[in-house]
Every structure is written in structure tokens, then in C-alpha cells.
């Protein structure tokens, strides 16, 4: 099946910091979508974007699908932004694999 | 509007013993999922259906079985529980499409078999 692989694992931010989430996929995909799992669990998507750049407040993702990578934005980090990303794809079998995801702490 | 409904959101099992996840979703989505996650790890892809009466198998099947009668409803039944099978269980849905829409989830289902 398709491997995807996240990186960092791990990311500790300050509060008002960037960074950049990056997800790799071993192969062409019919879509992608990103997931934040806040610290109770609850999972909410934040992005479906197969391709392109997408926005939503401080969060942008964009994905080269041709290179097979997506990358996240989180822009002037909040406490409420922790929690672990995931990257989910699929290739047109509607099975969504996910990658180990990237655990982000904010620190006020 | 509640989106996806899962219950019961926690239980304890005894080692044998057999029971069912209800999972609902008021979205009218043809897609819905069950996934599982182990600690500290991604999700894994238990079945999938893609409408009412059609089902298959994900990733990681053995010991489940689920039943789709309804575009509503996607239970999940668990036969004859065991400790691997302790994790939290998300049921999921997507919208209509010729490939899986944007993924809606349910709340999770903590389950420990002891």
C-alpha cells in the first residue's frame, strides 16, 4: 500500500512561532487531507487539498502533488494549536492511509 | 446538527467477551469508516463501506465484522475480544464522490479489554 511519512515527529514551539509540518507519500494520490487531534482526542479536519494552496487563517497548506509532498503552515502558534497533525491520502480505492503524525507542543 | 454519533465512548471488556460500536451520521455521506488508534500511533483502516449494503476490508480486519443496512448506520461488532484489540476507535464519513471526500469523525469509542 501507500506509505506516507511525516516529519518532524515531534516540533516544541513558543507561543507566536512559525513552522512548517511536512507529509511525504510513496505514490500519485487522489486526495489528501490534514488532520489536527486536539489533546482530548477529538479529530478535525483542517484541509482537503489534493493540490494547491489553501489558507484558513493561520493555517496554509499546499501540496505538490507531481513531487508527491504536502507541507503545513502554522503561523503565530497558539497554545490551542497543540496537539498531533496528521496527513491522510488516498488513491482513488477510497481507503484514507494516514501518516505517524507530527506531535506539536506550544509553550506560552 | 450532530455530524458523526458514536457510542458507547468508553468500555471494558473481559477477555471473550463480544460487542458492538454504533456509529451515525445525519450527513446523508454514502462513505463511512472504521478506524482504530493505538497509543501514540497513526490510524489504522478496520472496514469501510461506500453505501448500504456494501462493505470491505481495511488494513486491519481480523477479529471485527460490520454491517451497513442503512446509509445512516455503520455498527461495528467485535467477536470474542482480546488485549490487542484495547485501543480508541474512530468511525468516520465522507460525502458522495468518485473517490473519499473530505473525512468527517465521530468522538471516538475508548475500549480496554482485560
Known amino acids: 500500500g501507500i506509505q506516507v511519512e511525516q516529519s518532524p515527529p515531534d516540533l516544541i514551539l513558543q507561543e507566536g512561532a512559525n513552522s512548517t509540518l511536512r507529509c511525504n507519500f510513496s505514490d500519485s494520490v487522489n486526495n489528501l487531507q490534514w488532520f489536527h487531534q486536539n489533546p482530548w482526542g477529538q479529530l478535525i479536519n483542517l484541509f482537503y487539498i489534493p493540490s494547491g494552496t489553501k489558507q484558513n487563517g493561520r493555517l496554509s497548506a499546499t501540496t505538490v502533488a507531481t513531487e508527491r509532498y504536502s507541507l503545513l503552515y502554522i503561523s503565530s502558534s497558539q497554545t490551542t494549536d497543540s496537539g498531533v497533525y496528521f496527513c491522510?491520502?488516498?488513491?482513488?480505492?477510497?481507503?484514507?492511509?494516514f501518516g505517524a503524525g507530527t506531535t506539536v507542543t506550544v509553550r506560552a | 446538527n450532530a455530524g458523526v454519533t458514536q457510542t458507547p465512548k468508553f468500555r471494558i471488556l473481559k477477555i471473550g467477551q463480544s460487542m458492538t460500536l454504533q456509529c451515525t451520521q445525519d450527513m446523508n455521506h454514502n462513505y463511512m469508516y472504521w478506524y482504530r488508534q493505538d497509543p501514540g500511533m497513526g490510524l489504522k483502516l478496520i472496514y469501510y463501506?461506500?453505501?448500504?449494503?456494501?462493505?470491505d476490508k481495511g488494513e486491519v480486519p481480523n477479529g471485527y465484522n460490520v454491517s451497513r443496512s442503512t446509509t445512516e448506520d455503520f455498527p461495528l461488532r467485535l467477536e470474542l475480544a482480546a488485549p490487542s484489540q484495547t485501543s480508541v476507535y474512530f468511525c468516520a464519513s465522507s460525502s458522495t464522490g468518485g473517490f473519499a471526500g473530505e473525512l468527517f469523525f465521530g468522538e471516538g469509542s475508548r475500549l480496554t479489554v482485560l
Open positions: 491522510a491520502v488516498e488513491r482513488g480505492d477510497y481507503k484514507l492511509s
Open positions: 463501506s461506500v453505501g448500504a449494503g456494501i462493505t
